[in-house]
C-alpha cells in the first residue's frame, strides 16, 4: 500500500530540502523569538462551532435510524395477530380486583 506523501511529488522534493539543509546553517540564539513572533502573528484559533451546528450534524445522523425504527415497528405492528375476542383488559380487570373484608376474615355466612 502506497501512501499519498510518497506520491506527491511537490513534497517530496520538500522534505528533501528540509532534509539536506538541517545540518548546513545555524540556527542561532533568536530561533525562539522569532517562531513565537510567527505564532503570535497567525493569531487566535477560530472559535468552535456553536450547539446548533452540532445539534444539526447529530440530527443528520439520527434522522435515517430514526425513519428506519418507524418503518420495522409498523410493519411489526400490521402483521401481528389481533384477536378480536379477547379482551385483555377485561381480564386484568378481573385478576386485580379488590378482596372484601368478608372474603379476608371468612364471615360469610
Same mark, same amino acid.
Given at each position: 500500500m502506497r501512501f499519498r506523501v510518497s506520491e506527491n511529488e511537490f513534497?517530496?522534493?520538500?522534505? $528533501?530540502? !528540509?532534509? #539536506? %539543509?538541517? /545540518?548546513? /546553517?545555524?540556527?542561532?540564539e533568536g530561533w525562539q523569538s522569532q517562531a513565537m513572533r510567527r505564532i503570535r502573528q497567525i493569531g487566535p484559533l477560530k472559535s468552535a462551532a456553536g450547539f446548533w451546528p452540532a445539534f444539526e450534524g447529530? +440530527?443528520? $445522523?439520527? @434522522?435515517? +435510524? %430514526?425513519c428506519l425504527l418507524v418503518l420495522v415497528l409498523t410493519l411489526f405492528f400490521v402483521s401481528?395477530?389481533?384477536? +378480536?375476542? %379477547?379482551?385483555?383488559?377485561? #381480564?386484568? !380487570? @378481573?385478576e386485580v380486583e379488590k378482596p372484601s373484608l368478608v372474603e379476608l376474615f371468612d364471615l360469610e355466612g
Open positions: 513534497l517530496k522534493k520538500a522534505f $528533501r530540502h !528540509a532534509y #539536506t %539543509s538541517k /545540518g548546513g /546553517g545555524d540556527t542561532g447529530m +440530527v443528520w $445522523r439520527l @434522522a435515517p +435510524v %430514526s401481528m395477530e389481533q384477536d +378480536v375476542d %379477547s379482551d385483555y383488559l377485561g #381480564t386484568m !380487570a @378481573a
